[in-house]
């Protein structure tokens, strides 16, 4: 029994830096922007390149705004193999360094953005926006 307190003193150690919410009290977000009004800047942005792709190109999938507060009746009509290729395209795509100054969720939103049937084009001309700038701030 050479190392039979070790243990238990890790284990008391590793809770004196852990921070405990009392019941119903609230954790505020470190940046102070919510969870929904996260979703909703994100989606505002989506609102923006969906309005840009049914403009330029006639239509516009509904896969852009599904999930989005306003847009619950919508459901995904990409085919999987579309899902796939915006997936591949999205992975490909150069993030542009706007994006990129905008910490890490800036190239996330971008790619999600084009994951969800936006055209690179539209997202590259949404990338330097005050709405993909609100999207990003978390």
Known sequence: MKYGIFPGILLLLAGCGAQVAG????????????????IAAECRLLEEAHRRVASAQGRASADILTGCPGHETLRDEMPLKAQTAALRRANAAQI??????LGVQGPRIYRRMITRGVPEAVAQQLAASDLMAQAARR
Do not use: H, K
Not at 23 to 38: D, M
Not at 96 to 101: D, I, T
């Open 96 to 101: 542009p360094p706007v994006v990129q100054g």
């Open 23 to 38: 019941p119903g009290a609230a954790v505020a977000p470190v940046s102070g922007v919510s969870r929904a009004q996260a």
